[in-house]
Nanobody, 128 residues
Framework: QVQLVESGGGLVRSGGSLRLSCAAA????????LSWVRQAPGKGFEWVSG????????GYADYAKGRFTISRDNAKNTLYLQMNSLRPEDTAVYYC?????????????????????WGQGTQVSVSS
């Protein structure tokens, strides 16, 4: 059974940090490109960051550059997102998502339907 389980969300003050984790099971984790996608209250999904299978190619949305860091540990079947300098506008449910790609890159798709698998999400709330 395929599972992606996010954790690490919570309530933090503006300027604070959180580290999200996504534990995977039920599929060959190391062969899938991974992304973080978020959905703010009352808004649509938006892509946050992506990483290729080997972890040596990463990408970030403009709002995440310089503040967020994506990484993966294929030995532990786990994806991470280190979030620093958090802002109230970062408040959202954060989802990890996995997809198979023909090339060794990552997806920048902003909707969960564009991925093969995704988790249930973890809530991140940033107070001002």
């Amino acid at each position: 059974q395929v599972q992606l389980v996010e954790s690490g969300g919570g309530l933090v003050r503006s300027g604070g940090s959180l580290r999200l984790s996504c534990a995977a099971a039920g599929f060959t984790f190391s062969t899938y490109a991974l992304s973080w996608v978020r959905q703010a209250p009352g808004k649509g999904f938006e892509w946050v960051s992506g990483i290729n299978t080997g972890g040596d190619s990463t990408g970030y949305a403009d709002y995440a550059k310089g503040r967020f860091t994506i990484s993966r540990d294929n030995a532990k079947n786990t994806l991470y997102l280190q979030m620093n300098s958090l802002r109230p506008e970062d408040t959202a449910v954060y989802y990890c998502a996995a997809t198979l790609l023909d090339e060794d890159t990552y997806s920048e798709y902003g909707g969960l339907a564009g991925y093969h698998y995704w988790g249930q999400g973890t809530q991140v709330s940033v107070s001002s």
